[in-house]
């Protein structure tokens, strides 16, 4: 790893404070005084105070440069294979990841003096019925897990590398948490089985690689940036969860060795030099040796440990945790809209009440029940709300930019299960770079060609060279975020996207999205209408939201579009598109007549002329729905009441296994 001078120089004298045990810069101590001893609280056992120092110092060290890179990820690349050739696969992976940890601390508390390294117990989360709705995964924690991390204190982290095994360029903090149904967290027996080993070989690598790999389920729940060890540290809860292993390590130093051994005990088979007990712990200036020291512990922090509760002392000590009565255990609480089935009656929503959804005054066991606002609460927020999205003119008032004009386009709001969202609370709001933003809420009001969970965006209309960047957003109905995906027309196919739409009148220079000036007829937006009524396609949207905890698909998108079909119409008659080419279009008339019956309709050209294209006339037939045995007409153009002749062409149309020939007759 090449480093500036001023790069070096601040790693080494993090280094040497880590020895010393030093805190942030200026602040008073009694002369003679001991360094304090750093405690490690489970992040969720934090204190207010606590909370804010933590996540100041490390937004610091994310906007402090050292020379052409932040102090942050001047630690990452510390973390990288060829910086840290001995970190992983092998005996030294403890010792050297609590070295990594603590000179990391250190960082922070130069930034602020009370701050500490928390850490992650995943156990707390694993026993939900989806961890993935832990509140640790909330604004007031670590911020969102599904996507972009757009909420909470590092929203719009910038990484200084790409996410590797992306198939689109991320540069932004970026998570999957629990996207993949078979990942897990940590468990309870995972922790039993760890305390209960004989010795350090049985904790490494070349020995048993049972531990070292079981640290890693969690990166890999994590996803995004967590799921590639070189380059995990780019995420916060990195540290955190690296910290409750270097927990669980001392649980076992405690448990099952003697001063004497934690210090001097290692493992026979060590895979490489690198991870032999004197080589050199790189690019660390001490050995592999030293990581085992009880100075650790014993001088410089230790863990506070989760007290659970029990049927003396039924309360957590936390407003993030609650007690599993069935039990007794303490367990993360859940977010707002989380699922909670199975913990009906007990204190697991966070400012929320677990409510099991019934049908028809039913509960049947098979309903999930989910962490919900009292139902008067709800009421009154979906009374709150404003309902922009069913007016014509959206929210004038809260930009100038609309104040020109407006074009609408659409989008669509997922939820896990691939299914459009239907919830009226659901809301889509729009950054026009300047001024107020425009909210608009779910319409549970659609008619096809309308998709289930679309949203109609207003944006402004684009006037002469203007080049308009503008964001959108989505929350759920319990306000959680929604990770956009924006459609890729080369691979054919929805990826994730940032949201960001460019507007401008030169199509080279413009997002390729589907709009309309006429709010009548912007149902009809993505929609192909100039095939046969039982043809009729609709596609997705350019740009959709997914609102999930789970992975949402191009192919679970697409399936939406796919299951929509026509409405069997029942209006008596339908219109057709008929091209016709002629140059003197006056005093021309249109006429269908049936062929098995009566039914004739006459009308002027110029009155059936589609006022897009003047060639395409709109011709009245019978419906050939309320026909079984169909419906034959002929089309015929007359001149001052007389017919004349034409040069008919007609289109075939491939239907699989039959052939339709569309004439005039």
Not at 428 to 445: I, K, L, R, S, W
Request: aromatic share 10%.
């Amino acid at each position: 790893m090449f480093l500036t001078e001023k790069q070096a120089s601040y790693l080494k004298a993090i280094e040497k404070c880590t020895r010393e045990n030093c805190v942030r810069a200026g602040v008073k101590r009694p002369k003679r005084a001991t360094p304090r001893k750093t405690i490690r609280r489970e992040v969720r056992m934090m204190s207010r105070e606590e909370r804010k120092a933590v996540f100041e110092a490390m937004n610091i060290l994310k906007n402090t440069e050292v020379d052409n890179i932040t102090a942050w990820d001047l630690h990452t690349l510390v973390h990288y294979p060829d910086s840290a050739p001995g970190a992983h696969w092998g005996p030294a992976f403890l010792p050297w990841h609590r070295e990594f940890l603590r000179q990391f601390e250190i960082a922070l508390q130069k930034e602020r003096d009370i701050a500490f390294l928390p850490y992650w117990d995943s156990t707390l989360d694993q026993g939900l019925p989806r961890p993935a709705d832990s509140v640790l995964w909330s604004d007031e924690l670590l911020g969102n897990g599904n996507g972009y991390v757009k909420t909470g204190p590092f929203k719009d982290w910038e990484t200084n590398v790409l996410m590797p095994l992306s198939e689109v360029p991320v540069k932004r903090l970026y998570r999957s948490t629990g996207g993949r149904p078979n990942d897990r967290l940590l468990s309870p027996r995972d922790i039993e089985w760890i305390e209960s080993r004989g010795n350090y070989s049985d904790l490494t690598f070349c020995h048993d690689k049972t531990f070292e790999s079981m640290h890693g389920l969690s990166h890999v729940w994590v996803g995004g940036f967590m799921f590639v060890i070189r380059v995990s540290p780019n995420d916060p809860s990195f540290y955190m969860h690296h910290a409750f292993v270097d927990s669980l390590w001392e649980r076992f130093r405690q448990k099952q060795q003697t001063r004497d051994q934690r210090e001097s005990e290692y493992a026979k088979k060590t895979c490489s030099k690198l991870q032999q007990l004197d080589a050199q712990m790189k690019p660390f200036g001490i050995t592999n040796r030293d990581g085992l020291s009880n100075r650790y512990t014993d001088e410089w922090y230790e863990y506070e440990p989760i007290r659970h509760c029990s049927s003396d002392r039924p309360n957590c000590d936390s407003t993030y945790l609650f007690c599993d009565e069935k039990q007794w255990v303490c367990r993360s609480k859940v977010v707002l809209g989380g699922n909670c089935t199975g913990f009906e009656g007990s204190a697991i929503c966070y400012k929320s009440t677990c409510i099991k959804a019934c049908t028809y005054f039913l509960c049947l066991p098979s309903i999930l029940g989910s962490c919900r606002l009292p139902p008067r609460v709800e009421l009154a927020k979906r009374l709150q709300k404003t309902p922009s999205n069913s007016a014509e003119e959206p929210h004038k008032e809260s930009t100038s930019r609309l104040a020109r004009g407006v074009v609408w386009t659409k989008t669509l709001l997922i939820d896990e299960d691939g299914r459009g969202i239907r919830d009226t609370l659901a809301s889509v709001t729009v950054d026009y770079g300047e001024g107020p933003t425009a909210t608009v809420y779910m319409n549970h009001t659609l008619e096809y060609p309308e998709l289930p969970g679309m949203v109609y965006i207003p944006l402004p209309k684009v006037h002469g060279d203007d080049r308009l960047r503008i964001t959108v957003t989505a929350r759920d109905a319990y306000g959680r975020y929604c990770q956009p995906q924006c459609y890729n027309s080369t691979v054919e196919r929805h990826h994730v996207c940032e949201g960001t739409l460019t507007l401008s009148s030169s199509l080279s220079h413009s997002t390729p999205i589907s709009f309309t000036h006429d709010p009548n007829s912007r149902r009809f937006l993505d929609a192909d209408l100039s095939v046969h009524p039982r043809l009729v396609s609709v596609t997705p949207p350019y740009l959709v939201f997914a609102c999930s905890r789970k992975m949402i698909t191009s192919g679970m998108i697409w399936s939406i579009a796919n299951s929509e079909k026509p409405p069997r119409d029942s209006e008596e008659h339908v219109f057709i598109r008929v091209s016709l080419s002629r140059n003197d279009m006056d005093d021309l008339e249109v006429e269908s007549s049936s062929l098995l019956g009566r039914d004739t309709w006459k009308s002027p050209v110029q009155f059936a002329t589609s006022p897009v294209d003047p060639s395409i006339l709109f011709v009245r037939v019978p419906n050939p729905e309320l026909h079984p045995e169909g419906v034959s007409v002929r089309v015929s153009f007359l001149h001052h009441g007389s017919r004349i002749g034409c040069i008919v062409k007609c289109t075939s149309v491939s239907l699989t296994l039959h052939h339709l020939i569309l004439t005039n007759s």
